[in-house]
């Protein structure tokens, strides 16, 4: 097994993310494990596959677009890649613009010939310390 390159890990996290706009949960849930653990301001979740798949179809929020910054990349093991970056993102939810700034993480892990996810994290950017609450 050869390590994954930061570019074939950034590919995947793009059609991820692309999945999200184009509501298509056969991409997303292809790209998630059976079992994948979720955290952000909602809290910690365990998901399925399916589970994602669905989350992707709700009509509750809509991406819009996305941007990526201050990406990093560490590759543990050759079947494991670790990617953080800072994400900008237009969405819309409950029918009103909201543009989010966050800090995100994802762990993948080779799956036969691809990459599946296995944790992803989001933290809302801002004061460490929740100061701005």
């Given at each position: 097994?050869?390590?994954?390159?930061?570019?074939?890990?950034?590919?995947?996290?793009?059609?991820?993310?692309?999945?999200?706009?184009?509501?298509?949960?056969?991409?997303a849930t292809r790209l998630t494990a059976e079992r994948s653990i979720i955290t952000g301001a909602q809290g910690v979740s365990e998901v399925t596959s399916a589970g994602i798949g669905?989350?992707?179809?709700?009509?509750?929020?809509?991406?819009?677009?996305?941007?990526?910054?201050?990406?990093?990349?560490?590759?543990?093991?050759?079947?494991?890649?670790?990617?953080?970056?800072?994400?900008?993102?237009?969405?819309?939810?409950?029918?009103?613009?909201?543009?989010?700034?966050?800090?995100?993480?994802?762990?993948?892990?080779?799956?036969?010939?691809?990459?599946?996810?296995?944790?992803?994290?989001?933290?809302?950017?801002?004061?460490?310390?929740?100061?701005?609450?």
């Open positions: 097994m050869t390590m994954a390159t930061e570019q074939e890990i950034l590919d995947v996290e793009h059609e991820y993310w692309d999945s999200m706009i184009s509501k298509d949960s056969a991409v669905e989350m992707v179809q709700s009509d509750a929020w809509t991406l819009k677009r996305y941007a990526f910054s201050e990406v990093r990349m560490l590759t543990p093991t050759p079947d494991t890649a670790i990617l953080a970056y800072h994400v900008t993102e237009e969405l819309e939810v409950d029918g009103k613009p909201l543009t989010l700034e966050a800090n995100d993480s994802t762990v993948w892990m080779r799956s036969g010939d691809g990459w599946i996810s296995v944790l992803h994290t989001e933290s809302v950017a801002g004061d460490p310390f929740g100061r701005e609450q």
